[in-house]
C-alpha cells in the first residue's frame, strides 16, 4: 500500500486512539440536530453513487455489484487505496467520541479521494458537493462531543494523483469504481450509526 496513504489513513484515525474514555454530549440537541441534517445527505449519497458510477466508469463488466476478483485486490495494492474506518453503532464497547471520530476520518476519506478522481473523470462534481457539506455536518457532530479536530495535511493529495497518473485512464476508473463501491458501503454503515445517534439519550450523571 502507497506509504503516504497509509500515513494519511493513520493520521484521520489518530482521535480514535487519543479519545480513552466515553464523553458525555455537551449539547446534545446540537449532536442530534447535525446527525439528522448528515443522515439525511448520507440517504442522497447512496442514491447518487449508482448514478456516479454509470457516468464515469466506461469498462465493461465494471459494476457496482461486481465480484471482488483478485485483479482488483492488486489495483487496490498498487493503488494505496485504504479501506474506511470500521463503523458500528455506539455502545459502551463502542463508544460515541469514536464512532463520531470514525465518521469525520471515513468522510474527510473519500473527500480527498474524490477530490482527486474528480479532476481527471466527470459525473463526479454532486457526490463531492455532498461529501463537503456531509463533513460539515460532521463536524458539528465532533463539536457537540467535544472532539478536536486531526486534520492530514492537505499535500498527501499530490501522492495519491501521482499513483493514479501511473496507472494511465484504466487505473483512474478502476479507482474511480472501487471508491464508489467502498463509498456505498461506508454510507450504509454510517446510515446505521447515525440512527443509532438520532436516539441517543445522554445517561444520568452517576450511572453506570
Known sequence: MNSAIVALL????????????PVSPSDPSALIEAAERAKTLVEKIL???????AATITIEGLTLDSAYTANLQIMVTS???????????????????????RMSAGSRLY??????????????SDLQADLRDLQTHITKMKEAVQLG???????????????????????????AHLMLTQLRSFCHDLNRSLRAVTTYRPRPAGTR
Not at 493513520?10 to 474514555?21: E, K, P, T, V, W
Not at 473527500?111 to 459525473?123: K, P
Open 79 to 101: 493503488l494505496g487505496i485504504p479501506p474506511a474506518p470500521v463503523l458500528k453503532p455506539p455502545s459502551e464497547s463502542f463508544t460515541l467520541d469514536v464512532c463520531v471520530s
Open 10 to 21: 493513520h493520521c484521520f484515525l489518530l482521535a480514535d486512539f487519543i479519545q480513552s474514555a
Open 47 to 53: 442514491r447518487d453513487v449508482p448514478a456516479a458510477h
Open 111 to 124: 473527500q480527498r479521494i474524490l477530490g482527486v478522481l474528480a479532476g481527471r473523470l466527470s459525473g463526479l
Open 149 to 175: 479536530g486531526v486534520e492530514a495535511d492537505q499535500n498527501q493529495n499530490l501522492d495519491l494523483d501521482q499513483a493514479f497518473r501511473r496507472h494511465g485512464n484504466y487505473g483512474v476508473q478502476v479507482a
